[in-house]
Structure formats: C-alpha cells, structure tokens
C-alpha cells in the first residue's frame, strides 16, 4: 500500500445542457476537495454540503465504491483518515456522484498501487455511473461531448468562453436520479429525435466557438427535459427566460432539480439574477453563480 498523502479537487458538473443527454457536460467551478492519509481504521471529518451525510462511514459512497474497487483488484482495503470540504450538494443534479466515485476509485489507484492510467480511472467511473458525460466533465474540466462503446470511454474537451458566466438555481429539496429517469419514455417520435439531433449537433460548437447566440437552440431538448419538468419546478419557470437580461441557455442540471443558466458576461450576472428570482419567488431558489474552469480532477492529484 502506498502510504503517501493524498490530495484531490473535483469539479462539480452540469450534464445534460439540454439536448445533449447523457453526452455533454460541462466542469463548473465549485469543488469536492478530499485530503487522504493511511489510519488504523475508516474516519471521515466532512464541512460543507451535506457534511453529516458526507461523514458517515455506512452506505457511503466514497468509501463504498473505494472497498469495491481493491477488493475487485484482490488488493488489501487499507483504511484511510479522509477530510472533505464539500461545496456540491448531494441530489441536486450537479455531479456529486461522479465526483465521489471518482475520488474513490483515484484514492484505491493510489493506496492500492494499481498503476491506473488516467484513462483507466475514467473508464472505471464511466461504467459505475452507467454514462460518460459528468465523470468526463469532472476529470478533464471544460465542455466535455462523451461517449462510450463497452467499458472504453471516448471523450473530447473545449474550453468555454471565459466571457461566460453559469447561475445555478437550487430549489430546497433533492431529487434521485433513478426518480427522474423513470418518468422518461421508453420511445420517442421520430420528430423529437431529429429536433435533438439538430440542436446537439450545434451544442459543442456553440461552447467551441463561443457562438452564444446558438445557445438557445442547442440546449432545445424533446427527450427529457419535458417529462422531468413535472419534477422540477424551476424548469418550466426559467426556461422562458432565454433571451433576457443576458441569459443565453437555460437547461436543467444533469436529471435536475437545479437548473442551469447560462449568461453571457459576468457584468449581466447581477440582473439575470434578479429576473430569477423574481419568477421564482414561490421556490425562493439558493443561485449560486459559476465559471466553467478548464482543469478538471485529473490534473489536481498531489
């Protein structure tokens, strides 16, 4: 076992950004930070978010996933003295999972002395989470378009416009993933398909080109976001505000209930702010405003 201190900073993640479902998605700037060391025995000192969930040592994911990962490698689970300063919230949409089975899985390649490639940790959760776009978007940063053929990840990574702001609106209670994926249809029409393909064909140049006047057409989306609008009361709020006071996209955040808000400058953010807010008044959502950094988990090992 590898008895070297261990530090790592994961993004949190919006997914989806409309069209592109489980494709895109995007790194925003605020953080699970995880501080590791060899102890006697599993002990968690979590702050932040969801801190006394966080510091559980049952039904934990961290340490779940961690476990998982050396037993399936036939390698000894060494316990672990973890710190957590954790800004995502848990249920909301914003990629707390693919954060932590990505800390987890980098913490069993370094105690573990697994020798994992950065390709290999991706492709572990990738296949844990069951899509590719958060976990790629947290571990590469940026706009990230994935996509996976078995266990082997293929990812492409964009820096968005460092003009460009994200405001993520957080209404007061949780939704799970499995929740919001089973109202979806098991078909689709034929027209709701091509109108997805349109728009996620621009979704990635849009970010690439920082083309903020497609934004309203690439993050159009038929195949989820109008079944989980009846989980996600903001969504139907907020989506008529693309177009005002700087606001360029509106999607929901990953399976939701967040929603994200894309603003064209950071002086625009104060005013699509209040315009939130003013819609929004019987929710009375926690807005958080974000960049999107460039630098993903991969490269905050130490």
């Given at each position: ?11 949190a ?9 489980d ?5 925003l700037?605020f ?13 968690i ?24 990962v ?13 710190r ?8 909301m949409?914003?990629?707390s999972?693919?954060a ?18 950065d390709?290999?940790?991706l492709e ?23 996509a996976?053929?078995?266990?082997t990840?293929?990812?492409a ?6 003009d460009w ?7 007061a209670?949780?939704?799970?993933t499995?929740?919001?994926?089973a109202v ?13 393909l349109?728009?996620?064909s ?14 309203s057409v690439?993050m ?40 994200l ?6 002086r ?11 819609v ?19 490269q905050?090992?130490?």
């Open positions: 076992m590898n008895g070297k201190k261990f530090k790592m900073r994961l993004p993640t919006s997914a989806n950004l409309g069209s592109g479902f494709t895109a998605a995007v790194a700037d953080y699970l930070d995880i501080e590791a060391e060899c102890a006697d025995e599993f002990a000192d979590a702050a932040g978010h969801d801190a006394a969930i966080c510091s559980k040592l049952e039904n934990n994911l961290i340490l779940d996933t961690y476990s998982q050396l037993t399936g490698q036939g390698a000894g689970v060494q316990p672990l003295s973890i957590m300063q954790n800004e995502i919230p848990l249920g949409g914003c990629g999972s693919a932590g089975r990505l800390a987890a899985i980098s913490l069993a390649a370094h105690f573990g002395n697994l020798n994992w490639s390709e290999r940790i572990e959760a990738c296949a844990l989470e069951g899509h590719p776009d958060n976990a790629a978007a947290c571990w590469l940063g940026g706009f990230v378009a994935a996976m053929d078995g266990r990840v293929f990812a990574q964009v820096e968005p416009s460092s702001r994200a405001i993520v609106a957080y209404p209670e949780s939704l799970a499995s929740t919001a994926r979806l249809p098991a078909t689709y029409s034929s027209g709701d398909v091509v109108t997805n349109q728009s996620v621009m979704l990635g140049l849009a970010f690439a080109q920082a083309r903020g006047d497609l934004l690439a159009r989306d038929r195949i989820h976001q109008p079944y989980r609008s009846q989980l996600c009361r903001l969504l139907p709020q907020l989506l008529p505000l693309v177009g005002k006071n700087g606001i360029l996209g509106v999607a929901l955040s990953g399976a939701g209930p967040a929603v808000v894309i603003v064209g400058s950071a625009e953010t104060s005013e699509a702010c209040e315009l939130i807010r003013s929004t008044s019987e929710v009375k959502p926690r807005l958080v405003v974000s960049g999107f950094p460039s630098f993903g988990a991969a905050s090992r130490g």
